[in-house]
Nanobody, 126 residues
Framework: QVQLVESGGGLVQPGGSLRLSCAASGFTLDYYTIGWFRQAPGKEREGVSCISSSGGNTYYADSVKGRFTISRDNAKNTVYLQMNSLKPEDTAVYYC???????????????????WGEGTLVTVSS
């Protein structure tokens, strides 16, 4: 069974940190670009970050640049999103996604997603 499973979400105070994980089962992540997307209540899903299959290229939305870091460990079939200096506006459900194209990930083209995770909730509040 092909699955992407996110973990690591939770409640954190403004200025705090969280590390999200995205683990794949049933397939190997080696050949996929992995993207993190998020959806806040009442808003559309937006792209946050992408990492190419080799890990050599990364992309960040302007809203998270300098605060979030994406990385991958293909040996563990897992991708991570380290989130620092969190703000209330980062509150959202975070989804990881596997895409065949790094370019489509950067374009936040959800139609390019082959597999979605079910999401993990991040709440930034005092």
């Amino acid at each position: 069974q092909v699955q992407l499973v996110e973990s690591g979400g939770g409640l954190v105070q403004p200025g705090g940190s969280l590390r999200l994980s995205c683990a794949a089962s049933g397939f190997t992540l080696d050949y996929y670009t992995i993207g993190w997307f998020r959806q806040a209540p009442g808003k559309e899903r937006e792209g946050v970050s992408c990492i190419s299959s080799s890990g050599g290229n990364t992309y960040y939305a302007d809203s998270v640049k300098g605060r979030f870091t994406i990385s991958r460990d293909n040996a563990k079939n897992t991708v991570y999103l380290q989130m620092n200096s969190l703000k209330p506006e980062d509150t959202a459900v975070y989804y990881c996604a596997a895409l065949g194209s790094y370019r489509l990930c950067m374009l936040q083209a959800v139609y390019g997603v082959d597999y979605w995770g079910e999401g993990t909730l991040v709440t930034v509040s005092s």
